[in-house]
């Protein structure tokens, strides 16, 4: 089953064409990079601010010191994480142009000497075994080539004892909203996601991959395939979005 929804998951593309999710992806993000912040926040009602929160207060009790943000994008994770917690933070992603756009970000707000960002491959980390107190992804395990080996990465870098949060999309449990929340995601998101970022199959994307990807239940048993124990589950908005608390053994 879980060799089964990792293929499913790797065959949903950006584009058509042979080449690999990894490739695409990167591409993909490259070229809305400029626009995703202000798509972001447009596309979601500016609640995506207060899903990042609700996530970063699973780890507050801990008082973590280094924090992987995984698929850190342009940073919003990263600074929210430093903003909150006050702790060093690291922040990776796949896009060279996401991670430029961070930068200026974190500069900006006179954060360089706290946070720190670099292009890297989430299946492939290129950090020490045993390292962060705790590492963080948000919206972005379902980009991941392949989910189970981007799990296995995260757990190999996480110190005996710490936590991983990851913050997705999943499906609505009551039925009215479900139908209201799709039809949104299908049809009016693609549309305003596409004219402002001037590529419709980006959205197109993120409603299909958001649409396929294991949540609840199912993406536990994917932690647990990692090496991680889950420890909690949080719907947020309705099931909108929900934050998944997960430790080390």
Known sequence: MFSYL???????????????????????????????????HILSFGVDKGWRRKSIDLLADRKPREILDVATGTADMAIAIHKRLGCKVLGCDISPKMVEVGVKKIENANLTQDISLCVADSESLPFSSN???????????????????????????????????????????????????????SNILPLIGGAISRDKRAYNYLCRSAMAFPSGEDFERHLYAAGLKPVSRKMLTLGIATAYLAEKP
């Open 131 to 185: 390292r962060f107190d705790a590492v963080t992804v948000a919206f972005g395990v379902r980009n991941f080539a392949n989910l189970d080996k981007g799990l296995s990465q995260m757990c190999r870098v996480l110190k005996p004892g710490g936590r991983l949060v990851v913050l997705e999309f999943s499906t609505p449990p009551n039925a009215l909203f479900r139908t209201i929340y799709n039809f949104y995601f």
């Open 6 to 40: 990792c293929r499913q998951m790797a065959e949903i593309k950006p584009y058509s064409g042979a080449d690999d999710k990894r490739a695409q992806v990167e591409r993909m993000f490259d070229g809305i990079a400029p626009s995703y912040d202000l798509l972001n």
